[in-house]
């Protein structure tokens, strides 16, 4: 079945350094979804891609839908001791009912 | 913004008790969803619901049912709770189909239930 991937698994950034962080699968998605989890919360929505090279930001946030549609990136800018947490990729199913998940990126911040 | 509003934050619930879970979403969404989630085993889907008294068997239905009688209502059910459905339970809803234009999921805070 679809299978979405994530790296790193976690990371440790000091305050103020920016991050990267993908999500990757053998299949193509038509949508991109990228959730933050905190601890003990639901996840958050915080970018939806829906277009091929589409680059949509929120905030120090910003996110690529591939090109390959195989693929798609998060950046965070400047990062801040708030942005610890969870954070998932996502997309919808071969059948558009559902959606598939990432295991998650796990973001340390060190001040 | 959606609000997804799931009733408890935390549950402690004895073995064989009968369980229900409440999630209310405020957008008028047709899909509604349930989901465990578990450390190293992710989000996995329990039920969903497409419509008003549809509803969709996902991953891992067993010892679960749902209820979707109003179509911002979607309850979960633990018919008789054992201590393995200890988790972290999420709600969720999307306006129409998995990830269409403008068809985001939106989670609710979740509820930790406790069988003990």
């Known amino acids: 079945g679809q299978q979405l991937n994530q790296s790193p698994q976690s990371m440790f950034i000091q305050e103020g350094e920016d991050v990267s962080m993908n999500c990757t699968s053998s299949?193509?998605?038509?949508?991109w979804l990228w959730y933050k989890q905190d601890p003990g919360e639901g996840p958050v929505l915080l970018i939806a891609?829906?277009?091929?090279?589409e680059l949509t930001s929120n905030g120090r946030l910003t996110a690529q839908f591939g090109i390959t549609r195989k693929d798609s990136f998060l950046n965070i800018s400047a990062s801040i001791p708030s942005d610890v947490g969870i954070y998932f990729c996502?997309?919808?199913?071969?059948?558009?009912?559902?959606?598939?998940f990432g295991p998650g990126t796990r973001l340390s911040v060190l001040p | 913004d959606v609000k997804v509003t799931q009733s408890s934050r935390y549950l402690v619930k004895r073995t064989g008790e009968k369980v229900f879970l409440e999630c209310v979403q405020d957008m008028d969404h047709e899909n509604m969803f349930w989901y465990r989630q578990d450390p190293g085993l992710g989000l996995r889907l329990i039920y969903f619901s497409y419509d008003v008294k549809m509803k969709e068997k996902g991953d891992i239905p067993e010892g679960y049912s749902v209820s979707r009688e109003k179509k911002e209502r979607f309850s979960l059910i633990l018919e008789s709770a054992s201590t393995n459905q200890t988790s972290m339970y999420l709600c969720?809803?999307?306006?129409?189909?998995?990830?269409?234009?403008?068809?985001?999921?939106?989670f609710g805070n979740g509820t930790r239930l406790t069988v003990t």
């Open positions: 996502a997309g919808p199913d071969n059948y558009g009912q559902n959606f598939v």
């Open positions: 969720a809803s999307s306006l129409t189909g998995g990830g269409g234009s403008n068809s985001p999921l939106h």
């Open positions: 299949s193509i998605f038509n949508t």
């Open positions: 891609l829906y277009k091929a090279g």
